[in-house]
């Protein structure tokens, strides 16, 4: 006969587990994606149980309360470890810098359901900088949980590069009445001016040699990723740009005084644009020196722009942006101009 065991004996008591510590993770914006424990290589590595308070969560509470944060990064460092918890459902300790590099990967993969993209980049180094910083900590002030930082070969991300505003008509006006009063440069910046107006790259005035100019238009060298494309582009290493009838005047006029001040002789290989200072008088003018040039001018502009508000009896109130725009000019913000000289 076999033995049928007592239920009230065999079976043991159950006993209720407080779940009131655990706080649930906010939803986030790429929380649809596939988290990192979905595979199935990673998911042997999932030992937490899901009927237990995540106690990776009660080590972040912890970080945040610990660590002097300003409220608005405090909420932002809040929002990138749920993020990242909800990625990945590995143990802390298990936590290495491959799986953190994938994390990485996957946010700047991953699109976002509300704008469709990937994060940008500047969100991105946000959640970098909150790992960092959350697991440098957990080394510190617990180590049998953080043995090795995982997040020190994580490298940010190259900021993306902001446009430049475009300069508005006041500015521009300002800009071209300051040229005439810039001494012994005047000829030059004024070229320089229409040159980067047309659209060439610092890089192209650089390179220009007399050479490059025909009397009617500069020719170029290809660009590089042109050259890889175009089958022809060995039979046709240069591309021309027709000047405008003013950049045109202005290149001539600066050559002309060139002729007439300079102890030089302009040969084809001759640069097109040149230094004027005193210790590199005659030399190709360097892409800094372009930089400074512009830069110069635009502060010179910025002063005269004053001077024209300070003396006006009906001040715009735009006339502050436009004298920041002089003061902090950039060879780009002209590059992009598009206008017709």
């Given at each position: 006969m076999k033995y049928f065991p007592d239920p009230k004996v065999a079976v043991p008591p159950v006993e209720l587990i407080d779940l009131?510590?655990?706080?649930?993770?906010?939803?986030?914006?790429?929380?649809?994606?596939?988290?990192?424990?979905?595979?199935?290589e990673q998911s042997a590595t999932r030992d937490l149980d899901a009927n237990q308070p995540d106690q990776r969560w009660l080590m972040a509470e912890e970080f945040l309360q610990a660590t002097p944060l300003e409220s608005n990064s405090r909420r932002l460092y809040k929002r990138e470890l749920q993020r990242f918890f909800q990625w990945s459902d590995r143990p802390l300790a298990a936590m290495t810098p491959a799986?953190?590099?994938?994390y990485c990967t996957w946010l700047e993969t991953t699109p976002a359901p509300r704008t469709g993209k990937p994060l940008a980049r500047n969100s991105i180094n946000v959640a970098i900088t909150a790992l960092k910083r959350f697991f440098a900590w957990l080394g510190t002030t617990h180590p049998r949980h953080c043995a090795t930082n995982p997040t020190t070969e994580i490298k940010w991300l190259k900021a993306e590069a902001t446009?430049?505003?475009?300069l508005s008509t006041a500015a521009l006006a300002c800009l071209w009445g300051t040229l005439p009063s810039l001494g012994i440069t005047q000829y030059r910046d004024t070229l320089l001016v229409h040159l980067l107006c047309q659209g060439l790259r610092v890089s192209e005035i650089v390179a220009l040699n007399l050479a490059n100019w025909d009397g009617a238009q500069l020719w170029l060298?290809?660009?590089?990723?042109?050259?890889?494309k175009?089958?022809?582009?060995?039979?046709q290493p240069l591309r021309?740009?027709?000047?405008h009838q003013a950049s045109r005047v202005a290149l001539e006029h600066y050559l002309d005084w060139r002729r007439q001040h300079l102890p030089e002789s302009l040969q084809p290989d001759s640069p097109?644009?040149?230094s004027l200072h005193v210790a590199h008088s005659g030399k190709r003018l360097s892409y800094?020196?372009?930089?400074?040039?512009i830069e110069r001018l635009g502060q010179l502009a910025s002063q005269r722009y004053r001077t024209t508000v300070a003396s006006s009896a009906h001040p715009s109130p735009n006339d502050e942006q436009t004298q920041q725009q002089l003061a902090t000019l950039h060879p780009d913000q002209l590059r992009h101009m598009h206008r017709t000289l």
């Open positions: 009131s510590a655990s706080k649930p993770l906010e939803p986030l914006e790429l929380s649809k994606a596939t988290p990192e424990s979905a595979t199935s799986l953190l590099a994938a446009p430049p505003s475009p060298p290809a660009p590089k990723n042109q050259l890889a175009n089958q022809l582009a060995k039979n021309s740009m027709v000047l097109l644009v040149i800094i020196g372009i930089y400074q040039a």
